[in-house]
T-cell receptor, first 116, second 115 residues
Framework: SQQGEEDPQALSIQEGENATMNCSYK?????LQWYRQNSGRGLVHLIL?????REKHSGRLRVTLDTSKKSSSLLITASRAADTASYFC????????????????FGQGTILTVHP | DTEVTQTPKHLVMGMTNKKSLKCEQH?????MYWYKQKAKKPPELMFV???????INESVPSRFSPECPNSSLLNLHLHALQPEDSALYLC??????????????FGPGTRLTVL
């Protein structure tokens, strides 16, 4: 079952504006990752944040993680038309002893549309 | 080479056909994955191979049969599929499924239609 829930389901903005997407999850995690998918094709990894990290930046991306609330947010600053895509959070669950099996569970996704 | 390739890009098959999906990576990754993605839904994990051995099977029906001939190749054999199996099948790889904190690299997918 998919444990990640994302909101909003769809987001429509103008070029230059910022876009914020939120993700919630239910279990203990080793890390949380964000991926982008264009037009139902392959996913592209954007950023990974470990469970002991609270914030991470990569170019125009900023990710926060609040493990007490089991939630994360992805901020895309100064958006471009090329950012139009579906964005998914994915959690890497932590098993007994802190083991990871690389078993990603994806959220429902946010469809971002950036208008030129 | 940081690419995961998948063939074919599109596949149409009948319910009595046998077909195979292929995935290849040359990044030296030791973990490979199969996902199924229905339209407007997130990818769902099907299988994980770690060091060429099946480590996770997410209760996938036996009409889907994975195979990992070597560390660079991953196949998904299809037999007696149902129309509801129509979906985008994504392959991914990562350095090591047990190491943790590793990103997965995805192929472009095979869009499967079962008639």
């Amino acid at each position: 079952s998919q444990q990640g829930e994302e909101d909003p389901q769809a987001l429509s903005i103008q070029e230059g504006e910022n876009a914020t997407m939120n993700c919630s999850y239910k279990t203990s995690i080793n890390n949380l990752q964000w991926y982008r998918q264009n037009s139902g094709r392959g996913l592209v990894h954007l950023i990974l944040i470990r469970s002991n990290e609270r914030e991470k930046h990569s170019g125009r991306l900023r990710v926060t993680l609040d493990t007490s609330k089991k939630s994360s947010s992805l901020l895309i600053t100064a958006s471009r038309a090329a950012d139009t895509a579906s964005y998914f959070c994915a959690t890497d669950a932590r098993y007994a002893g802190g083991t990871s099996y690389g078993k990603l569970t994806f959220g429902q996704g946010t469809i971002l549309t950036v208008h030129p | 080479d940081t690419e995961v390739t998948q063939t074919p890009k599109h596949l149409v098959m009948g319910m009595t056909n046998k077909k195979s999906l292929k995935c290849e990576q040359h990044m030296g990754h030791r973990a490979m994955y199969w996902y199924k993605q229905k339209a407007k839904k997130p990818p769902e994990l099907m299988f994980v191979y770690s060091y060429e051995k099946l480590s996770i099977n997410e209760s996938v029906p036996s009409r889907f049969s994975p195979e990992c001939p070597n560390s660079s190749l991953l196949n998904l054999h299809l037999h007696a599929l149902q129309p509801e199996d129509s979906a985008l099948y994504l392959c991914a790889s990562s350095q090591d499924s047990l190491a943790g904190d590793t990103e997965q690299f995805f192929g472009p997918g095979t869009r499967l239609t079962v008639l």
